[in-house]
């Protein structure tokens, strides 16, 4: 019985690494901690289809862009203003 798992990431290349190495290790990782029988676990990164609906990826948004040294009202400012844009964009296509 093989087990898959979806990892949503916006940046999928960060799950993925150099080569495939970081999505290996992780893959590792998981089949040791939680038991299961060697090759019968497989990790994908899939793209997350729209940022604006996902909340982990507002808030990793803000806060790279915090850690980036950007003001936190232009941080807050640029996000809200985004999401009016992409708001726009859906609301055009009904």
Avoid: H, W
């Avoid at 299961?36 to 990793?60: H, M, W």
């Amino acid at each position: 019985m093989r087990t898959e798992i979806f990892i949503r990431a916006t940046r999928t290349q960060n799950v993925l690494g150099e080569k495939g190495r970081r999505i290996r290790e992780l893959t590792s990782l998981v089949q040791k901690r939680f038991r299961f029988p060697q090759d019968s676990v497989e990790l994908y990164a899939e793209k997350v289809a729209n940022r604006g609906l996902c909340a982990i990826s507002q808030t990793k948004s803000l806060r790279y862009k915090l850690f980036g040294g950007l003001a936190v009202r232009r941080c807050v400012k640029n996000r809200i203003f985004d999401e009016v844009i992409d708001l726009e964009a859906f609301v055009s296509k009904l």
